[in-house]
């Protein structure tokens, strides 16, 4: 069956301009998660969804960042006024219910912030 | 300040020896731990978790082991193939309290399994 998608694969963008990256989680997946890693780093927890829940926000490191799930399903992760420090691989994962051990990754974003 | 930590950045080894990656944690809450395996350009993939409540868990050629005391696990490939060459995320959990589905990951190790 179809994994985690997430796209663009690659992004290259100007220091302040905004960008969306997008992830499709696995279907009837009801938690999806955001997570980001820079260089050298290990995965960074950004957000987290849960069905109709209230997402956890508690990771997003700045106001610049935000994301939305749209139906229970498709994701946007929204970046606005980017800078350099911003540049990292975004990964998106969900889960059929809040297990940590079933995770599923996408192959990431690579996001270029020049 | 970083709760999962595994010092070594990368390890060599050869093709049918024992591979043996760390991990330490600072944070006494976790009570979950799990190991990822990622290769160029894909997401992480689950391979082996254990709960805080054993200290050894096996699966086929992997095996992890849990040390509370010490606040350490490591992760043993015995035969490593040349298919194992990924980065490897120790990754921790405290799944007795309200955010169980936050991950915390360490830095990964690089192995590379030389045929």
């Known amino acids: 069956g179809a994994g985690v998608s997430q796209s663009p694969s690659n992004k290259v963008t100007e220091k302040g301009k905004d960008v969306e990256l997008r992830c499709d989680p696995i279907?009837?997946?009801?938690?999806l998660y955001w997570y980001r890693q820079s260089l050298g780093q290990g995965l960074e927890f950004l957000i987290y969804?849960?069905?109709?829940?209230?997402?956890?926000k508690s990771g997003l490191p700045s106001d610049r960042f935000s994301a939305e799930r749209t139906g229970g399903s498709v994701s946007t992760l929204t970046i606005q006024r980017t800078q350099q420090e911003d540049s990292a691989v975004y990964l998106c994962a969900s889960s059929f219910q809040a297990n940590t051990y079933e995770q599923y990754f996408g192959p990431g974003t690579r996001l270029t912030v020049t | 300040d970083q709760q999962v930590k595994q010092n070594s950045p990368s390890l060599s080894v050869q093709e049918g020896r024992i591979s043996i990656l760390n991990c330490d944690y600072t944070?006494?809450?976790?009570?979950?731990f799990l190991w990822y395996k990622k290769y160029p350009a894909e997401g992480p993939t689950f391979l082996i978790s254990?709960?805080?409540?054993?200290d050894k868990n096996e699966d086929g050629r992997f095996t992890v082991f849990l040390n509370k005391s010490a606040k350490h696990l490591s992760l043993h490939i015995v035969p490593s193939q040349p298919g194992d060459s990924a980065v490897y995320f120790c990754a921790a959990s405290a799944l007795s309290g309200g955010s169980n589905y936050k991950l915390t990951f360490g830095k990964g190790t690089l192995l590379t399994v030389n045929p």
């Open positions: 254990i709960s805080s409540i054993k």
């Open positions: 279907s009837g997946h009801t938690a």
């Open positions: 969804f849960q069905g109709n829940s209230a997402p956890d």
């Open positions: 944070n006494s809450m976790f009570d979950y």
